[in-house]
């Protein structure tokens, strides 16, 4: 399978200026949205989500940091994402926002406007001069949580995974590491 880029996707179509990158956990997604940016000539972003609550997360986002070179600038935004995205667009400019589950996170336990915050994203989407990629997670596709937190979450990850489809040029499932082109249009 040829891997698709984010200048052509290896049959001669590109992908556009929004790609969808979803898939499990550790199936990299990461790995494989951070390849279709770098691709990219231009100014390169990556716009994190995350929050280093516990020391394994400070070590995952150490990690992350360290597999991108000089040519990455970093931004932290744990809540809002759309300000972000506006703020760091630019023709030519190639954002990589990292991701949308921990962003989903951290709208649910800030007690956040959640369909507010997903119009905003879907607006600043809408209006971006650059490209962007953005990672999810795929999270429907396990048991039922037991608790109605966890529910919650899942729900809300799943119509922000839908909202960002429908927007998106292209979307990328990874399953073992491996890409499938689920959307090109």
């Known amino acids: 399978m040829t891997e698709p880029t984010t200048d052509d996707d290896g049959q001669g179509r590109a992908p556009g200026r929004i790609v969808l990158v979803i898939g ?8 494989h949205a951070q ?39 970093t931004v932290e935004t744990p809540v809002d994402l759309a300000a972000a995205i506006t703020g760091c667009d630019a023709p ?21 406007d959640i369909d507010r915050h997903v119009a905003r994203l879907d607006d600043a989407l809408a209006g971006a001069q650059g490209r962007i990629v953005l990672v999810t997670n795929e999270v429907g596709w ?33 399953v073992a590491g491996l890409p499938l082109a689920l959307k090109r249009s």
Do not use: Y
């Open 24 to 31: 499990g956990a550790r199936s990299g997604k990461s790995r």
């Open 35 to 73: 390849r279709l940016a770098e691709r990219a000539s231009g100014p390169l972003t990556f716009i994190a989500t995350a929050q280093a609550f516990d020391a394994e997360m400070t070590d995952r986002i150490a990690r992350h940091r360290a597999d991108r070179d000089e040519r990455w600038r």
């Open 92 to 112: 030519g400019a190639m954002l990589l926002v990292d991701c949308l589950t921990l962003w989903a996170s951290n709208l649910l336990l800030g007690d956040e």
């Open 142 to 174: 396990g048991i039922v949580p037991d608790n109605a937190l966890a529910r919650r979450f899942r729900d809300v990850a799943g119509r922000i995974n839908q909202s960002v489809a429908a927007r998106a040029q292209a979307v990328d499932l990874i």
